[in-house]
């Protein structure tokens, strides 16, 4: 059905307001793997992901991948563009088969004048997205690839809604999402990854991975800055 019930966005919204919106989107199913929005496109539409994930992309000069994030189903994308009229800054790539609905940066800018806690959300989304890049930057500049590795993984990680004082990361990225996001190989996340493992600080269980040990996991991360450090001097 192509309604927008799931989208977190529109939550505040009454079922009549939403179907009022669904009804002004473009709608569009793509596979994964499948090119949504192209860097620099003219396009200025918000999506909302409906069903599936998408994810949010650039490439280096050399061809390098560096992935910015997923959104899943029941987020958005594409705010950027439809608030200051600039080009897109990054590409959209379908992760797997999707269900997206665009909506015109004209309705999207009165959908924020007619609902002002939609406004709210927008404005709270992109600040965390500024502090997690803001996070994201001092990690390349300071740090190691093994701590950065270990550093996205606390920053991905969850409270476990079974076990209180527990954390998981699900769905658990790939080892190449990960290492595009923290600018390293694959190989290098696998390594730490069985590290980790080894050490009893991560469990991988199907599609999740519990951090068992998230003190252990930033104690590492403090003796490897420490260590560098000696080395340093």
């Known amino acids: 059905m192509q309604n927008l019930d799931n989208i977190e966005l529109l939550s505040e919204l009454s079922p009549e307001e939403r179907l009022r919106v669904a009804?002004?989107?473009?709608?569009?199913?793509?596979?994964g793997g499948e090119q949504i929005l192209e860097r620099s496109s003219t396009s200025r539409d918000v999506f909302f992901v409906v069903e599936g994930s998408v994810n949010i992309v650039n490439f280096?000069?050399?061809?390098?991948?560096?992935?910015y994030?997923?959104?899943?189903?029941g987020q958005y994308f594409g705010e950027l563009s439809a608030i200051d009229?600039?080009?897109?800054s990054a590409n959209v790539i379908a992760h797997k088969k999707c269900l997206v609905a665009s909506l015109s940066p004209e309705n999207f800018m009165e959908l924020l004048k007619d609902h002002p806690m939609v406004t709210i959300q927008v404005m709270q989304r992109l600040a965390r997205i500024i502090r997690v890049n803001d996070e994201r930057i001092l990690d390349l500049?300071?740090?190691g690839a093994v701590q950065r590795v270990c550093q996205e993984l606390l920053r991905m990680a969850k409270p476990d809604p079974l076990s209180a004082g527990s954390w998981l990361i699900y769905p658990m990225p790939t080892q190449s999402t990960i290492a595009s996001r923290v600018s390293t190989t694959r190989e290098t996340v696998a390594r730490v990854l069985g590290q980790l493992a080894n050490d009893g600080l991560v469990l991988k269980k199907g599609k999740n991975l519990y951090l068992k040990d998230r003190q252990g996991i930033e104690d590492m991360i403090n003796s490897l800055a420490a260590s560098s450090s000696n080395i340093a001097r």
């Open 69 to 73: 994030a997923t959104v899943e189903a």
């Open 85 to 88: 009229g600039r080009p897109r």
């Open 141 to 143: 500049s300071t740090l």
């Open 23 to 31: 009804s002004r989107c473009s709608w569009r199913t793509c596979n």
């Open 60 to 67: 280096g000069v050399s061809g390098r991948e560096v992935a």
